[in-house]
């Protein structure tokens, strides 16, 4: 029996041992519950605002200091 496994498996192509493959990964997965999934959803919305608003600033605060280095401005 071994030995006709060994046979399937040996012509099987690799599109074919991917699609396994990720099969069997997928089912070791350990999924986040729904309000896991929001909380961390909204997280990762908090630091992106944040970050934003961040480079922002650093992105004024940059601009008006080659501004004045250089001597342009209103």
């Not at 006709?4 to 041992?17: F, G, L, P, T, V």
């Not at 699609?19 to 630091?47: H, I, N």
């Amino acid at each position: 029996m071994a030995e006709k496994e060994k046979k399937a498996r040996k012509s099987e192509n690799a599109i074919q041992k991917y699609f396994r493959e990720t099969t069997g990964e997928l089912r070791k997965v350990s999924w986040p519950t729904w309000p896991d999934a929001w909380r961390l959803t909204q997280l990762v919305l908090l630091v992106m605002l944040v970050m934003g608003v961040f480079l922002g600033l650093m992105d004024a605060l940059g601009r008006e200091l080659i501004n004045l280095v250089i001597g342009v401005g209103a």
